[in-house]
């Protein structure tokens, strides 16, 4: 989303000092010339800032498990010699003004050296001025407000990159809102929709673009209505969709409120389905709303359970024993955390992690990484986007969401 609200993760380093005074130390020799697995001497703390708490904690609970499990497994992998990483988690709420202090409280520690997050692009917004001034790395694995990487001319075809440190392994609103626009109207043939978003940045500038590509092929919006995200209560317009002739309701935000509007929809007659983004493609959306047989979702990426590149993340999570799922953005913060990992892995290993300059030569070297990650291909373009453009369309079937669709956007 991030779309949505945030997981913010961050790097801390022991300071320059006592980098250069510990980095000399400790890099003991095994017996075969190589350094020590157990002679890490440097801590780089990984803190996780998401939705820990209320409506979006499904979500951020998943991200901040993933990039845990990033850590352990560069960890006991060895993957960064001489450094050992550890995560810090914060909670906020996923709303801007905390996410916005956390930020604050990240920068002031000048041992921090890359955040991933948010999950809200409403919540990035507040945050990446404040990053940027510090040249501290930011990835977000959900944001997918156009704007926050391609400035707010995008749209006009103005495309300039505001913050030269954030980043994001989710593809953009400019991608999945014209994909869900495709699949409506060429694969699932509605021609008339109902177009309701929940006024933030993530749900109104995605209803924006799916609204842009469904007119351009021909479909026609029947109706247009915005709500708050904390509403519950939808009985006014239940009342227009059903006396506006839609064959589809199209919702630009997240699933606390999608949910009960679904469901409130479904209980008045009205019986078409209702689409929305990834905000929505949540087991927690199913149990707002148990009749919800046959509603949409878009998700950035391919199915994570049918990538080979995921099997392993699917099998250590399993055996790590969490209680919440991945969700949709699990791979994804995996991901960026691993993103940043490879980032402080150049650093090191030219020898300048104790550098006044770490945190810029972590951001530079981060926007040339390029590995295998859980999602498949992780690197980014010009922008600090994300080169993976593949997206997924689902379908709630038999209580669960099931892969409707799978594809790269074609613009």
């Known amino acids: 989303m991030r779309h949505r609200a945030a997981v913010v993760v961050s790097i801390a380093v022991i300071g320059a000092l006592s980098l250069s005074a510990?980095?000399?130390r400790g890099e003991k020799k095994d017996n075969a010339g190589g350094k020590d697995n157990n002679a890490a001497t440097t801590t780089v703390v990984i803190g996780v800032d998401a939705p820990l708490t209320g409506d979006l904690s499904a979500l951020g609970l998943g991200i901040k498990n993933s990039v845990e499990l990033a850590v352990k497994k560069a960890n006991s992998t060895n993957e960064v010699p001489g450094v050992k990483f550890e995560i810090k988690a914060l909670d906020d709420t996923g709303k801007p003004a905390p996410g916005q202090q956390n930020a604050t409280q990240l920068t002031a520690d000048d041992k921090v050296l890359g955040v991933v997050g948010p999950l809200n692009s409403s919540v990035a917004q507040s945050m990446q001025q404040i990053f940027d001034d510090k040249n501290l790395v930011e990835i977000s694995p959900a944001n997918t407000g156009v704007a926050l990487s391609q400035g707010e001319k995008w749209a006009s075809g103005e495309k300039k990159r505001?913050?030269?440190?954030y980043f994001r392994t989710a593809t953009t609103d400019a991608v999945q809102g014209p994909f869900a626009a495709q699949y409506l109207f060429t694969?699932?043939?509605?021609s008339k929709v109902f177009l309701i978003d929940d006024q933030k940045t993530y749900?109104?500038?995605?209803?924006?673009?799916?609204k842009g590509e469904f007119t351009k092929l021909?479909?026609?919006?029947v109706g247009e209505q915005h709500v708050n995200p904390d509403d519950r209560d939808f009985a006014a317009i239940v009342t227009q969709v059903k006396s506006s002739g839609a064959d589809a309701v199209y919702y630009g935000g997240e699933y606390p409120a999608a949910g009960p509007l679904s469901l409130q929809l479904k209980d008045a007659g009205v019986t078409v389905p209702l689409m929305g983004g990834d905000?929505?493609?949540s087991g927690d959306f199913i149990k707002l709303n148990p009749?919800?047989?046959?509603?949409?979702?878009t998700a950035v990426g391919l199915p994570v359970e049918s990538l080979p590149t995921a099997k392993q993340f699917i099998d250590d999570y399993k055996a790590a024993?969490?209680?919440?799922?991945?969700?949709?953005y699990g791979g994804y913060s995996y991901d960026s955390a691993w993103a940043i990992i490879q980032g402080v892995k150049k650093v090191k290993a030219d020898g300048k992690l104790g550098d006044s300059k770490a945190r810029e030569l972590v951001r530079d070297a981060v926007q040339g990484v390029s590995f295998d990650g859980v999602t498949g291909k992780v690197s980014f373009d010009e922008f600090g986007d994300t080169t993976n453009k593949q997206l997924t369309v689902y379908t709630v079937k038999d209580g669960k969401w099931a892969v409707e669709k799978s594809g790269t956007f074609k613009g």
Request: contains cysteine; hydrophobic residues 30%; proline residues 2%.
């Open 22 to 24: 510990c980095g000399s």
């Open 162 to 165: 505001p913050f030269k440190s």
């Open 187 to 190: 694969d699932a043939k509605k």
């Open 203 to 210: 749900g109104a500038g995605l209803a924006a673009t799916f």
């Open 218 to 221: 021909g479909g026609k919006i």
């Open 279 to 281: 905000g929505i493609q």
């Open 291 to 297: 009749k919800g047989q046959g509603d949409l979702a």
């Open 321 to 328: 024993g969490y209680k919440d799922a991945y969700e949709t």
